[in-house]
């Protein structure tokens, strides 16, 4: 490994991509730091340590930025915009017969639904950034202006910073997916995540220094813990069902063709971190009402649905997991097309062993792509319950543990794997050699 990455740089062309996209991480990083004009930084401060971590959908958004939203920063957005137009348009493809017609042109119609998606991410952004600002103004009571025109004035202000380090943000991403390595988005957002690592940290040692039995036995138990999902968790992105295939032999002229035995890949978790984020969004809406209402204390029964799903209740952590599994099976369904996959089979004279071609195929492969779908749906779902379930159960806080470490290994194979392809190009050895 340690000669892998002197043969990258030693390469030019390898070398000023990672340069190019550590540049572009740090460029990140000092806008995440800079404040937005008009707003208290001791309220916002008060405010961002009730709300950051209590399993709303701002701790969601703190997640995704980095720490940044708890800030209200200029990049408090950060990719949260973008990400949600990505997932909204890829799920119009499949509802709207233009947006799936354009997806079907190859490169320039892929450049079509680029365009649509960061047009789709403004208008998010424009929303988010006005209903933080409320947020900012009526639950935190941040903003300093709050009557006259200097009221309209710091809105108008506020909501375009926002606006501005959202559409920053995306800028910072393409320029990665162009010159860097790696996917912008993502290493953005991999590099938002592992920022907070240290202060995590050190939070944990902090503990320790209490002298408490409870914390001086828990704070190496939490490390075990996450060292042991990072592990799990490479396991289960590099494993994969392989469906057999055989091709069948043909005669063109002289020349024999075919007759070559290959398979069809199916990953485990092929969803990746998309039903997290689905099933997350919806359990935080209720979270997140509650910051906007009076206080309930009694015993009503919107008194009652708030408790439930907090995040400490025991009935968010089954709902939570039911959820991710529904939201999985929903984006495999919506991606993978076991009759299309037939099909393609058929027009190149391949086949299953022992299955015949049509109907019965597509029956095969849905059965696997079902079977697949559960395993790596039940994969996500402990991943995303279990640091809820040690919250609950030792009062300390890693509820968006799970999460964060799902996205930072995702994300750290796949530029691993790009990496590998870069130096097998070159005739390299690469990293598993």
């Given at each position: 490994m340690i000669e892998s990455f002197r043969n990258i740089w030693r390469t030019p062309e390898l070398r000023?991509?990672?340069?190019?996209?550590?540049?572009?991480?740090?460029?990140?990083?000092?806008?995440?730091?800079?404040?937005?004009?008009?707003?208290?930084?001791?309220?916002?401060?008060?405010?961002?340590?009730?709300?950051?971590?209590?399993?709303?959908?701002?701790?969601?958004?703190?997640?995704?930025?980095?720490?940044?939203?708890?800030?209200?920063?200029?990049?408090?957005?950060?990719?949260?915009?973008?990400?949600?137009?990505?997932?909204?348009?890829?799920?119009?493809?499949?509802?709207?017969?233009?947006?799936?017609?354009?997806?079907?042109?190859?490169?320039?119609?892929?450049?079509?639904?680029?365009?649509?998606?960061?047009v789709t991410a403004l208008f998010i952004s424009l929303f988010q950034s006005w209903a933080y600002y409320l947020t900012l103004s009526r639950s935190a009571h941040a903003v300093l202006y709050t009557n006259g025109f200097e009221k309209i004035f710091s809105e108008i202000v506020i909501i375009a910073c926002f606006t501005a380090g959202s559409c920053l943000t995306m800028w910072l991403g393409d320029q990665i997916n162009e010159k860097g390595v790696g996917n912008g988005v993502s290493m953005l957002l991999f590099a938002g995540i592992i920022a907070r690592g240290p202060a995590s940290l050190l939070t944990l040692f902090e503990l320790m220094k209490t002298g408490e039995t409870k914390y001086i036995i828990l704070v190496p138990i939490i490390v075990v813990i996450f060292i042991l999902m990072i592990s799990f968790i490479i396991f289960m992105n590099n494993s994969e069902r392989r469906i057999p295939i055989q091709y069948a032999k043909r005669v063109v002229g002289n020349k024999m063709y075919g007759g070559q035995s290959h398979y069809i890949p199916i990953k485990v978790c092929m969803s990746g971190v998309l039903p997290i984020i689905f099933a997350m969004s919806f359990m935080s809406l209720p979270s997140t009402i509650k910051?906007?209402?009076?206080?309930?204390?009694?015993?009503?029964?919107?008194?009652?649905?708030?408790?439930?799903?907090?995040?400490?209740?025991?009935?968010?952590?089954?709902?939570?997991?039911?959820?991710?599994?529904?939201?999985?099976?929903?984006?495999?369904?919506?991606?993978?097309?076991?009759?299309?996959?037939?099909?393609?089979?058929?027009?190149?004279?391949?086949?299953?062993?022992?299955?015949?071609?049509?109907?019965?195929t597509s029956d095969f492969i849905g059965r696997i792509l079902s079977k697949i779908t559960l395993v790596g749906a039940f994969f996500l779902g402990v991943i995303a319950i279990f640091p809820i379930l040690f919250t609950t159960f030792a009062k300390v806080n890693i509820a968006m543990g799970g999460t964060s470490i799902l996205i930072v290994v995702s994300v750290a194979l796949e530029t691993v794997r790009t990496l590998e392809s870069q130096i097998m190009m070159r005739h390299q050895k690469g990293f598993l050699d």
């Open positions: 000023k991509k990672i340069l190019f996209t550590l540049f572009i991480i740090i460029i990140y990083r000092i806008g995440g730091a800079l404040p937005v004009p008009y707003l208290d930084g001791a309220a916002l401060a008060t405010w961002a340590q009730a709300s950051a971590d209590s399993g709303d959908f701002f701790s969601y958004l703190n997640v995704l930025s980095g720490g940044n939203f708890s800030k209200a920063t200029l990049l408090a957005l950060s990719v949260s915009p973008y990400i949600n137009a990505q997932i909204i348009i890829q799920l119009l493809t499949y509802a709207l017969p233009p947006l799936e017609k354009l997806q079907k042109e190859g490169l320039e119609g892929r450049k079509k639904l680029n365009k649509i998606t960061k910051m906007f209402v009076p206080d309930t204390k009694g015993h009503g029964f919107y008194h009652t649905l708030l408790e439930w799903f907090s995040y400490t209740h025991p009935f968010y952590a089954c709902l939570y997991f039911i959820l991710i599994i529904a939201f999985n099976y929903f984006y495999v369904s919506m991606s993978y097309n076991p009759i299309e996959i037939a099909n393609n089979l058929r027009q190149s004279n391949g086949g299953i062993p022992g299955i015949r071609p049509g109907k019965p």
